[in-house]
């Protein structure tokens, strides 16, 4: 990793040390979450639905997702940090207190007692380890994809690979008022590589064992 990414890596780190203990005195209620998700389940509680802005990709599965990750998402929408006019005005609505029960609940969402046995391992390419090692990708997510290394950091594996390649993407788009994210870890690795790379890893990440989900609401059944 080049001297950039290390620096800024320590200081997401250390960041988010700072983000545990807030998140700690924050406790999300999923029982209060259930009542709070009306304007979540239109998007992410149907099975293969996509989005249109600012292309054509499937909205990302959030059941099984880190209530860190959630709740930080959620606010980078609010900060603005993240541009995109639905999500933005959808966090601009929540309180601290309505991201955390939201996140609350969808972590556990879908969670089951049952042993499902594991997909296949899936290796990657040549060319996709050297892009994976370039980006240093697993310091972050974690083993697998799967267990991130802060809270704050999403679980990938399995994640649709059009969404993750229109994720990654939007790290190295700037000069937008309606599309595009702002984070320095990401936006440094991102910016390393071709849009075709980008898509490569996506779809390798996508390939993988996860525990992400979309569990289809009541009223979409």
């Known amino acids: 990793m080049n001297t950039f990414l290390t620096t800024v890596l320590a200081w997401t780190v250390a960041s988010a040390a700072v983000f545990s203990a807030q998140a700690a005195d924050m406790q999300g209620d999923a029982k209060a979450g259930a009542g709070k998700i009306a304007m979540c389940i239109g998007c992410h509680g149907i099975p293969g639905y996509q989005a249109t802005f600012p292309e054509v990709y499937k909205v990302p599965m959030i059941s099984g997702q880190g209530a860190g990750y959630i709740v930080s998402a959620l606010t980078a929408y609010k900060k603005g940090e993240r541009k995109h006019p639905t999500m933005r005005g959808i966090a601009d609505s929540l309180s601290e207190q309505d991201m955390a029960d939201v996140a609350a609940y969808y972590t556990q969402h879908g969670k089951t007692d049952a042993v499902l046995p594991p997909k296949a391992s899936t290796e990657p390419s040549a060319d996709v380890s050297a892009l994976l090692k370039k980006g240093n990708c697993m310091t972050c997510h974690g083993d697998n994809f799967s267990k991130p290394l802060a809270p704050e950091f999403p ?14 993407k939007s790290y190295k788009t700037e000069g937008q008022a309606t599309w595009g994210r702002s984070n320095g870890v990401m936006g440094g690795v991102a910016k390393q590589f071709s849009n075709a790379e980008l898509k490569a890893l996506a779809g390798y990440v996508a390939s993988l064992d996860g525990e992400l989900k979309t569990v289809p609401q009541s009223r979409f059944r």
């Open 155 to 168: 679980k990938i594996a399995g994640q649709h690979p059009d969404y993750l390649f229109v994720a990654l």
